[in-house]
């Protein structure tokens, strides 16, 4: 009787690499590719993975993933929206997921969160898709602008108590989102005692990035501070955020209010996301 | 004239893979090869890379890469430390690379540290491949003995200060040092008010092995408490830390003395190291 050779079964595993600098990649093992599309501004593709449940990556990066997306979305919300006494309207430049808005959400104060995304198949996608971050369009008090950020802050006549940008990768359409010119143009929008949150990257997988938003922060704001957290599917998984503030006698480390429902932010931990550690502490202050 | 098709040099690429999971690698792309062998106990390698520079990995595990291994090695070190008033001897077990005990001989009052590691070739290739770590078993303060660490434990006089159990992933010859009947060893060679402590892994990638640890620690410990850091070559990156005391009167969250020179770990990160957000609560009190 012949014995036939066959193929073992596991050579047939499809993974998914994100390529977090030239040097260093973080991959997951897929169960299911879900959606994928070459929208007008980028390349999207929703996955389900074994490790981080269902993924969003734009333009090969992670941008989401269902199983850590909490640590990010709530740190990116909280953190400026506790050190606000009565956050009434809130502004999220990006996000389209909607992951951040539904934290924005848990907050009763917010009478309005306008949330500004130039591609509207991300939102899209994520309302069919990524249903437990996508869910927050339907919030009666969201009020979702399709458009170019820049463009909008320039015409709005809207004031904000707080601003998230909550941008992709600072290149292509995206690279402005972290420049002076920018954030003169948000200080704007922004009301007397508004706070302004945005992600700085990584000080290991992207130090100059990070060095560079927040000096180009500090030309705009006479208060700026960085804080930190832990992101494990975005690159390096120490991630850092920036707050600025027109009011430099308001201390954003000192949360003001609290929220409920939440699974990695608490008061505690927003005073400890300020606690930089001293290689940071360098980075930042030379 | 013949143009000739040539093979691009970016092909000639290498990489190191680590599975942090079945599911889930990081990967380094490698500047060059620097000693690979297979020693009595495991494959040990060692490459310099572009992210993070000299990488020693055993058993197809990152243990320490030259510009992230102070975020480890200071926290399973200083906080232990710096939570004992006095600590003048020091147990580490496993860490044969020497880091961490460089961390130790930060400390002017630690008189002796011994470090039991049962792979000869690991302090070797340290001292000689990776000096900014195994430089520390030139201090005459360092007591290097080869050998089991549960052997040496059972078969020692001695009685210590603190005890830092620095091993690789719980599988294998290491997998008993995770254990209650190790634990119950341990607690008898510390002395009346010593300290504990012991990687835990990662709530995303290993969170049974973080909840068994923790509770074998407890069976045999009356105080026991989680910390956590960020170690970026670390599975996930969030990375998690017992400690063990004897005297549940101690608070280990709280350092009674401080350590000079230290990069990521100051009295402030300790205590915020203590704060755990919501989720690791809840997965370590259920």
Redesign the interface.
Known sequence: MTEYVTRPRRFNDI?LTEYS?????????VKKFIHAEKTKYQELLIAD????GRVLMLDGAYQLTE??E??YSEMMSHVPLCAHENPEKVLIIGGGDGAIMREVFKHDCVKKCTLVDIDQRVADCSKEFLPFAGKSFEDPRCDFKCMDAMKFIHETSERYDVVIVDSTDPVDFAAGLFRADFYSDVKKIMKPGAILSELTM?P??DKDIMQQSINEMRKIFPAVKLYWG?V?TYP???WTYGVAMNNPEMNPALPVRKVNG?????S??H??AF?L???LEEMINR
């Open positions: 993974w600098t030239e040097n260093l990649t973080l991959s997951m093992k993975t074994y490790d981080y199983v850590d909490f640590c990584s290991f997988t832990v494990p390096s998984g120490f939440t699974r990695y932010y608490t505690e931990i005073k400890s606690v550690p001293p290689f």
